[in-house]
T-cell receptor, first 112, second 114 residues
Framework: KQEVTQIPAALSVPEGENLVLNCSFT??????LQWFRQDPGKGLTSLLL?????REQTSGRLNASLDKSSGRSTLYIAASQPGDSATYLC???????????FGKGTTLSVSS | EAQVTQNPRYLITVTGKKLTVTCSQN?????MSWYRQDPGLGLRQIYY???????DKGDVPEGYKVSRKEKRNFPLILESPSPNQTSLYFC?????????????FGPGTRLTVT
């Protein structure tokens, strides 16, 4: 059964730092991987969707990479800002394609 | 604006009082789904629907019902809520049955059952 893990659970950095969030999955036969952002008490905002055939996907200061063979994805945030403070979740579809399997998230705090 | 909407956003109720959380999407998506999010347990799927009149159980369906009479709407029904259903609920949609498509989530409904 697919499992998704995100380490660390929490991360604090000063403003301006480049940082990497990690996501690992146990079954490399994935369709795609989606990164989300969740602000406290708010919904999930889709940041990037990276298909299994892709190695990277970029949106502004965000860059997601995917290494299926090692079961890992990273979300790179360049020049972090206090507004980036949020919980970041990664998710992959289950084998049947009927649900997303989520990691527990990494809570990022960027201090000014 | 393309979006998934949920109502209400916040709800406090008492044990046993039937309630419905509505979900609507304006993207003509075929697939819709409900998740609950709990501390330490993360997001878990309750029910999903591949298309109108087609619904199926997710990982934690006990105590919930859904219906899909129209493409745009996918209400979540709690016939007799209990305190263990206190949670943050999310509705999601996707263009079609294909898992290759991106999923979009609503703003969430925070439910407290006393």
């Amino acid at each position: 059964k697919q499992e998704v893990t995100q380490i660390p659970a929490a991360l604090s950095v000063p403003e301006g730092e480049n940082l990497v969030l990690n996501c690992s999955f146990t079954d490399s036969a994935i369709y795609n991987l989606q990164w989300f952002r969740q602000d406290p008490g708010k919904g999930l905002t889709s940041l990037l969707l990276i298909q299994s055939s892709q190695r990277e996907q970029t949106s502004g200061r965000l860059n997601a990479s995917l290494d299926k063979s090692s079961g890992r994805s990273t979300l790179y945030i360049a020049a972090s800002q206090p507004g980036d403070s949020a919980t970041y979740l990664c998710a992959v579809p289950n084998q049947a394609g009927t649900a997303l399997i989520f990691g527990k998230g990494t809570t990022l705090s960027v201090s000014s | 604006e393309a979006q998934v909407t949920q109502n209400p956003r916040y709800l406090i109720t008492v044990t046993g009082k039937k309630l419905t959380v509505t979900c609507s999407q304006n993207m003509n998506h075929e697939y819709m789904s409900w998740y609950r999010q709990d501390p330490g347990l993360g997001l878990r799927q309750i029910y999903y629907s591949m298309n109108v009149e087609v619904t199926d159980k997710g990982d934690v369906p006990e105590g919930y019902k859904v219906s899909r009479k129209e493409k745009r709407n996918f209400p979540l029904i709690l016939e007799s809520p209990s305190p263990n259903q206190t949670s943050l609920y999310f509705c999601a949609s996707r263009k079609g049955a294909s898992p290759w498509d991106e999923q979009y989530f609503g703003p969430g409904t925070r439910l407290t059952v006393t």
